[in-house]
């Protein structure tokens, strides 16, 4: 670039110009396939409309634009203002003539097809790579050691031992019932930073957490298209069953919304206790000496506002109710119910993947109707997702049902906020919900003499 600069103010020391400024836009293509806007290039266009300058030198034809409709704002401009044009590499462009015109819009409509095949060529090399699972490019990311030479580590070849036991905590986690909030305090707590040095937000977790790059996979457009051959951080399993507990928000710079959901985990019974009433879900509200309760919403949002009760009364009586239940187990919690099969459920996935490459090929090669392959590639994508939902239940319920009684009322029984997601977990196991009933008239019930059958569980 300050060659092409040095270039021009040569040519216009020759030519007698006096140079007004200087345009350049930086890291952004003339082509016809660049969705980016031109800045510099605007400016240009709008200092010649308005008499600032009557003469343009650039390097050559391809450096000024790439774009044939560009180009033909150029000519309007030209026959607007008399704007001239002239090239370091190929001299004077007279655009007054039909013959000058012509020759401007063949060399513009050849640099705008050098630069599409140049693209295709990139983009067909880039798909080769994917196909061969070879390492993609980018920044570095957390997982692998960052490249270097002198110490003959290349980009994702050897693992970070810190990383790997980090990102694997943050798996266990998930499927134990934790929130990527959790995930985020504990790696701030423990000086376990970006790959920039930086500290997390549970958006970074979250893009970080969902790159199938950390299970050995290759991703593109929003797919799992392939293995890679680089060692893998997490196994595909673990990966894949931890992607419905990300939830939103994972692309990079995207910045969560607060949800519903993230208010529910507060709160341990939060979206299990619902009103006998009206069946909606009963909500924690504070209310006088910040006495928590869980009160019925309002009839604006779908509730009738007229039941409440004391959530440390209710959180009290279904917490002996989910110890009893734990106590009367047999042996381990591995006998608490069968799951799916994961291999079962990995093969399924497979063949529904394959056949999703077949129509895909097919419909790429002609020998389909687009619309017809593109509706059943959606009925397949569907089924993919049921698949993967019931995949992530299974190996969830593989990490947690290998606990003993004791271990497993610990954890209950536990006041640690950290284990909030586990204790959640745990009620989800026992609990399907919890149903509110109005209180008898005439009394004024304090937290020992509510009585117990003024709510019904409704078991898991």
Aim: hydrophobic share 35%.
């Amino acid at each position: 670039m300050t060659r092409q600069q040095e270039d021009g103010r040569a040519l216009a020391a020759r030519i007698g110009a006096t140079i007004a400024d200087t345009y350049v836009d930086n890291d952004i293509s003339a082509s016809t396939r660049s969705r980016k806007r031109r800045p510099e290039f605007d400016r240009l266009l709008a200092d010649v409309r308005a008499g600032r300058i009557n003469a343009i030198i650039y390097y050559s034809s391809s450096r000024l634009t790439r774009r044939p409709l560009e180009f033909e704002i150029i000519i309007q401009l030209v026959e607007q203002t008399g704007v001239r044009l002239f090239t370091v590499t190929a001299g004077t462009v007279d655009l007054t003539t039909a013959q000058g015109r012509m020759m401007g819009r063949f060399f513009a409509a050849k640099d705008a097809a050098e630069a599409e095949e140049t693209q295709e060529r990139v983009l067909r090399t880039l798909q080769q790579n994917r196909e061969q699972g070879k390492r993609p490019g980018g920044q570095h990311m957390k997982g692998w050691l960052k490249p270097d030479p002198r110490k003959g580590i290349g980009y994702m070849e050897v693992l970070d031992p810190e990383a790997v036991r980090w990102i694997g905590w943050a798996a266990d986690w998930l499927l134990s019932g934790g929130t990527k909030g959790g995930i985020t305090r504990r790696w701030n707590k423990e000086g376990f930073s970006t790959a920039t040095g930086g500290r997390w937000v549970d958006s970074s977790v979250a893009t970080l957490l969902s790159s199938p790059r950390l299970a050995g996979l290759v991703g593109y457009n929003g797919e799992v298209v392939g293995e890679g051959t680089w060692p893998a951080v997490l196994d595909p399993d673990t990966w894949w069953a931890i992607q419905p507990r990300l939830g939103a928000g994972r692309r990079k710079g995207y910045k969560e919304p607060r949800t519903p959901i993230d208010q529910v985990r507060r709160h341990l019974l939060s979206g299990f206790v619902r009103c006998f009433q009206c069946g909606a879900v009963m909500l924690v509200r504070r209310g006088p000496k910040r006495v928590h309760r869980f009160a019925c919403v309002s009839k604006q949002r779908g509730g009738c506002g007229s039941l409440t009760r004391n959530m440390e009364w209710l959180e009290s009586v279904i917490g002996e109710y989910v110890a009893e239940r734990i106590l009367a187990e047999d042996g381990e919690m591995s006998e608490q119910g069968e799951s799916p099969d994961v291999e079962a459920l990995k093969q399924r996935i497979g063949e529904m993947e394959a056949r999703l490459k077949e129509l895909r090929e097919a419909a790429m090669q002609g020998h389909i109707p687009m619309v017809d392959a593109g509706i059943l590639m959606t009925d397949i994508r569907e089924g993919i997702d049921e698949l993967r939902a019931q995949q992530a239940q299974a190996v969830a319920d593989q990490q947690t049902t290998l606990l003993g009684k004791d271990d497993v009322l610990d954890v209950w029984r536990s006041d640690d906020p950290e284990y909030l997601g586990h204790r959640r977990h745990i009620l989800g196991r026992y609990v399907k919900s919890i149903i509110i009933h109005p209180l008898p008239k005439g009394g004024y019930w304090r937290k020992h003499t509510i009585p117990l059958d003024s709510i019904t569980i409704i078991p898991a």
